[in-house]
């Protein structure tokens, strides 16, 4: 069994956001503009994890400071915050370039029960591209906000669809936006990859999302991809509902060549496409990988003083996955511990522990679901490991207890506030180096 | 008799309800500084009869205020709280909220990291708890969660004391915190300090500076102080200890509160011999409970910036302390020191416009910097406007005393971080650079080519040395202008074409239904 810490759920050193943190979700869609139907200061709250002490990732369009807010005060809680929410929608429609208006509603407006609905209805019925999510930061995290975003967007902009299904298109369902530092790298390395290997990919989030006009394509695609160990299962079973639209549920993001060849050779043996574009891709990235492998292998095997060898995880269920499994099967680094802090829900523990089991025929991990920072740190204290340098990747939560066992924190999560990230990713065929060049950096030379 | 602040109730009265703080207003300084007519409200805080509006010892008359439909995300007093007392060293609070009000908890521990750093302290990550709550707690209440998350502060850190902080959600739910604060003392041995900063009650954050400084005054600051005679109170947030420096010459320790302060720090608040800050704004409350309650004196003075102000600042000072005589000498031996410096700057920075936001009293002083260093300001905007504060004091109408000691500011407007003002705000004044505290406004002042001094560090500007720490400062941040004219020919705003075309920033407070024609 998995361990799971449950005390008076009090949390020290938060590793997530709550629901209306999906502000950023909508911040991610070119065009996408969140309407914070919520206190004054929940947005600024908000940023900062997702954002600012995320890798100084900042935004782009409505995101930031930008974000229109209700900011909610003592006279709206009394009589109703109906009237200055429909001022905002308005103004917002006037005052914002963009192309989807999104109104989440945080705690005070979910509990003094406005009818927000009726108020988004009026400007929906005009015809202006307006959705309202009911996100409640009591309701959870913000990757539950995401989906709820996510959603509302769905049920109440992209709409119904039963016409031709448009074979080769895939719905790509990846990592929320800013919640890991690297999100814009990954979806460029991912994509990369996907377009590469025959298919044509709705993004719907970052710099190679097609906007709005994209997020209306979703019924049309061949099927939902979903990387992520649980988040945007979700979504995929709402849109197998809706638009009969099947799921392929691939739990590892992948990183290094085997990973991401047997990624790539799942995806195109589910699709059905012809594979000569994937194969010709897959032989190409492996011939560069392995050419840099080589150089790499060089300094790996005759590097004088020491490298860091027994490695903690401290992260999502995505991220602890993917690095974990990448630097023990791949590198011959030692896990152990690997702690997951995003709160998966109950279905999906039991599979996500099995995949840890089960990294490959020699590497068995037993993995921790703890969301109280103080537990976090109080479990990686009292790890063991060994004689050389622990090496920990984690948050700027884990830097005082790295500091007292001597460690090198590498800082791959939320909060991040020891990394500047701007277009980097640790993942795939490209990313894996990066990854590699991050650690061994922080390990070599006379520091 | 002066009415006191009431250490009796365990919540404040709000500033706009206080001082009559407003957040929107558009107009020249010297137009702000009559319609505050902080002589009638002085002598109001002072309980004297005035002539003034509302007449004898009633309310002072209302400030006129903008209101506008359209708001972009701000700060609230719950985060306020939080970036005070949430940044004691040996103090623990407990957010009781969902676990969103804790999302800028990396942020304020990062500010709480640097400012140990800066005060030569041991650096470690703070340790707010949030009591994480839930749907089900919304519905049944979350005390029980409360009363847990307080025996476990106890358990693991066992702290000199604890504060309990109100959010939105727990306010609206009606959760009894005062209550479970005085039930739990006995059992944890400490102080339990209730703080009633639920974000939606202020219209500005800043009353959550006078929240965390009520609860330090009403339950950490020691009733029977032993004097010291060499201490002074600096309010203060994360700086760097310039002020030690500053008043070494007159003999005195300084005692920072309240961030990065320990329990100890902040009791012996009532044995020091005076109090000052760096801001008014927030600074004020304290200074007065100090004053009113525990007998220390708080400096009727301006803001230590600036030469004029900066002496004005050490007189008052050394009046207090008995060093007089020494203390010109002091002053005199400082001009020349830092004046050649001055003027060499003075030079470099011939033709040269600045433009300030942040929060209120903080612009008045910065301003003066400016203007000290031959810098143009056309401009400024604060967050929010006091029109009195809290000492009722003679010497602290600090936007006055830049007005007659600097001129004019023609442009001076009151906004709380509303970024989607700033294309016609930069319209109309002429500026090579922004300083700039809080998020979210420099990042569209950059897309507009204009760069950004982010002044973390709120005590760069102090004193003599601070006019010329902050010019060498300006020198670095000039040169960035390449960066944000590359910004501005590939970067556009988020902002309509429709409103990047309008003139006036406060467009939809004087003409709302300019919307129903846009928006049909």
């Known amino acids: 069994m998995a361990k799971t810490n449950v005390k008076s759920g009090t949390i020290v050193h938060p590793h997530y956001g709550c629901t209306v943190g999906a502000a950023y979700t909508v911040a991610a869609i070119k065009g996408g503009v969140p309407i914070a139907n919520c206190g004054p200061g929940c947005m600024y709250k908000q940023f900062f994890l997702l954002s600012f002490d995320n890798g100084f990732q900042g935004s782009a369009g409505a995101g930031g400071g930008n974000v229109p807010s209700a900011n909610v005060g003592e006279n709206d809680i009394v009589f109703g915050g109906k009237k200055k929410l429909d001022e905002l929608i308005k103004s917002s429609l006037a005052v914002m370039k963009g192309d989807l208006f999104v109104v989440l509603t945080g705690c005070s407006g979910e509990l003094i029960g406005d009818d927000v609905p009726s108020v988004v209805r009026q400007y929906q019925e005009k015809g202006y591209p307006v959705v309202y999510a009911d996100t409640g930061g009591f309701k959870g995290t ?134 000569e574009p994937s194969e010709k891709f897959i032989k190409e990235e492996a011939e560069l990988y392995y050419y840099f492998l080589e150089h790499f292998a060089e300094f790996f095997s005759e590097y004088w003083f020491g490298l860091p060898s027994q490695f903690a995880v401290i992260g999502d269920s995505s991220y602890t996955f993917a690095y974990t499994k990448f630097l023990s099967d791949q590198i011959g680094l030692i896990p152990v511990k690997q702690i997951i802090t995003d709160n998966p829900p109950k279905r999906f523990r039991e599979g996500i522990s099995d995949l840890f089991r089960h990294i490959s025929d020699e590497v068995s991990v037993e993995v921790e679901f703890i969301e109280d920072g103080y537990l976090v740190e109080e479990s990686l204290r009292n790890t063991d490991f060994g004689s050389g340098v622990p090496l920990i990747l984690g948050t700027t939560w884990e830097a005082d207890v790295a500091a007292e066992k001597k460690g090198l924190l590498i800082e791959v999560g939320p909060p991040t506030t020891e990394e500047v990230a701007i277009n980097k990713s640790y993942i795939g065929y490209r990313g894996a180096f990066t990854l590699l060049e991050r650690i061994y950096t922080a390990t070599v030379g006379g520091k | 008799m002066a009415k006191k602040i009431n250490l009796e109730m365990s919540s404040v009265e709000n500033r706009e309800m206080r001082l009559g703080t407003i957040i929107a207003w558009d107009g020249k300084a010297s137009e702000l500084v009559e319609a505050s007519d902080y002589d009638t409200r002085k002598e109001k805080k002072r309980g004297n009869s005035t002539k003034g509006c509302g007449g004898g010892k009633g309310k002072a008359c209302r400030l006129c205020e903008l209101r506008t439909p359209f708001n972009q995300q701000t700060m609230c007093a719950n985060a306020i709280v939080e970036c005070q007392i949430g940044n004691l060293t040996d103090c623990i609070l407990i957010q009781h909220s969902p676990i969103g009000c804790a999302a800028d908890n990396a942020w304020f521990n990062l500010a709480f990291k640097m400012g140990l750093s800066r005060r030569n ?110 201490l002074i109170n600096i309010v203060a947030l994360w ?182 003002q700033l294309p016609q705000v930069f319209r109309r004044v002429k500026t090579d650079f922004v300083i700039i505290r809080h998020q979210g406004l420099a990042p569209e002042a950059a897309k507009l080519g204009i760069p950004a001094l982010a002044l973390g560090d709120e005590h760069i500007p102090v004193g003599y040395d601070g006019m010329i720490r902050i010019g060498e400062i300006l020198l670095d941040i000039l040169a960035r202008k390449r960066f944000n004219q590359v910004l501005k020919r590939h970067v556009s705003l988020p902002y309509s074409d429709w409103w990047q075309s309008q003139d006036d920033p406060f467009l939809l407070s004087k003409h709302p239904e300019v919307l129903d024609e846009i928006v049909k």
Not at chain 1, 184 to 200: H, P, W
Not at chain 2, 138 to 160: C, H, W, Y
Not at chain 2, 174 to 200: K, N, R
Not at chain 2, 323 to 346: C, D, F, G, Q
């Open chain 1, 142 to 275: 913000n990757l539950t906000g995401h989906e709820i975003v996510i959603e509302s967007i769905i049920e109440q902009y992209v709409g119904d669809y039963d016409g031709e299904k448009e074979k080769g298109l895939i719905n790509l369902w990846f990592e929320t936006p800013y919640f890991n530092q690297n999100w814009r790298g990954d979806y460029l390395e991912l994509v990369r990859i996907l377009r590469a290997s025959g298919f044509k990919v709705n993004v719907l989030f970052g710099a190679q999302s097609g906007g709005v006009e994209e997020w209306k394509n979703i019924p049309k695609a061949q099927f939902n991809l979903v990387v992520s160990p649980w988040v945007g299962v979700k979504t995929a079973e709402l849109l197998e509902r809706k638009y009969h639209q099947p799921y392929l549920h691939i739990p590892e993001i992948p990183i290094g060549e085997e990973a991401t060849t047997a990624f790539i050779r799942k995806v195109v043996e589910y699709a059905g496409i012809d594979k």
């Open chain 2, 121 to 230: 302290k041991p650096v470690q990550n703070l340790q707010i708890f949030c009591t994480n709550l839930l749907e089900k707690d919304m519905v049944f209440g979350a005390s029980d969660k409360l009363r847990q998350t307080i025996r476990e502060v106890k358990e693991r850190f066992n702290p000199k004391a604890i504060f309990i902080s109100m959010s939105c959600s727990t306010a609206i739910i009606g959760e009894d915190i005062d209550s479970i604060a005085d039930e739990l003392e006995p059992e944890v041995g400490v102080p339990v300090v209730p703080l009633h900063c639920e974000g939606f009650r202020s219209k500005h954050w800043s009353t959550g500076f006078d929240i965390s400084q009520h609860g330090v005054a009403r339950q950490i600051v020691k009733r029977n102080p032993t004097k010291q005679n060499d």
């Open chain 2, 239 to 420: 700086g760097t200890d310039y002020f030690t420096d500053l008043l070494k010459p007159l003999g005195l320790r300084v005692n920072y509160m309240i961030d990065t302060a320990s329990y100890d720090e902040l009791a012996q608040a009532s044995e020091a011999v005076a109090t000052a800050t760096f801001c008014h704004t927030l600074g004020s409350y304290m200074a007065t409970v100090l004053e009113q309650h525990f007998g220390v004196p708080q400096i009727d003075a301006p803001q230590p910036y600036g030469f004029a102000a900066t002496d004005e600042w050490l007189r008052a000072i050394a009046k207090i302390v008995g060093k007089e005589a020494e203390t010109e000498e002091y002053i005199k031996s400082e001009h020349e020191r830092v004046m050649p410096r001055i003027l060499e700057l003075r030079e470099k920075f011939k033709g040269v416009n600045g433009f300030i936001m942040t929060g209120s009293s903080y612009s008045h002083g910065l301003i003066s910097v400016l203007k000290e260093l031959g810098i143009g300001v056309q401009g400024s905007i604060v967050f929010h406007h006091d029109p009195v504060y809290d000492s009722g004091a003679e010497n602290q109408n600090t936007l006055k005393y830049l007005v007659d000691n600097y001129g004019d500011v023609e442009h001076f407007t009151v906004s709380k971080t509303q970024a989607y």
